[in-house]
């Protein structure tokens, strides 16, 4: 008679696990098409950038993704460039405004205006508590911005379309990555 409870417990323990599916932004939003927020202000970090140009003077810097993407970002006036070159890897914080939609049959509906950066990503996660957003790229890992005071995330939901417009970089550093142990030179 002990028994039951432990096998009732397990039973519902398997039972709920089974339910549990990863998050999918190839969903269809429930929502109707049309614009949910533009000028979403979100803040993100890069790590593993490539710096492909930079302008000390202008303060400008263009970063290679590793999705193969390149972003050009005005840099605030507190970060210093002029240490960083070409080629050098980084780790930089930067801003970008996202405006998230639905797709009107497929299409960007009237009223999206914010310029894209390639392809356009969708919503993977939503978390309001920590005003997170996750959008997933075609073409590289999943991303997680932390979004503004204003963004109404509640409106937000996985499938949702969203084009990015790159603005500041907020801060960077040049990051040394060792090469892989296959690389290393062995010992005799």
């Known amino acids: 008679m002990k028994t039951l409870p432990l096998v ?26 049309g614009l949910i927020q533009d000028s979403v202000q979100a803040e993100t970090v890069l790590d593993g950038a490539r710096v492909a140009a930079v302008d ?8 290679a993704l590793p999705d193969g993407t390149t972003c050009s970002y005005q840099a605030e006036p507190k970060v210093n460039l002029a240490p960083i070159k070409a080629g050098d890897r980084v780790k930089a914080r930067v801003t970008d405004s996202l405006t998230v939609f ?21 919503v993977l996660l939503v978390d309001p508590s920590y005003r997170e957003l996750t959008l997933q790229s075609f073409a590289g890992p999943p991303q997680t911005y932390k ?17 990015r417009k790159p603005m500041q970089l907020t801060s960077i550093k ?6 892989p142990p296959s690389a290393w030179p062995s010992n005799p």
């Open 8 to 33: 009732l417990v397990s039973a519902s323990t398997l039972a709920l696990a089974g339910c549990w599916s990863p998050p999918n932004a190839n969903v269809i939003p429930r929502a109707k098409p």
């Open 56 to 63: 000390a003077g202008h303060s400008t810097i263009t970063l």
């Open 102 to 122: 639905v797709l009107d049959n497929g299409q960007v509906p009237s009223g999206v205006t914010a310029e894209t950066s390639g392809v356009s990503p969708r």
């Open 147 to 163: 979004a503004g005071l204003d963004a109404r995330l509640q409106e937000m939901e996985p499938g949702d379309s969203v084009t």
């Open 174 to 179: 040049i990051t040394k990555y060792a090469p």
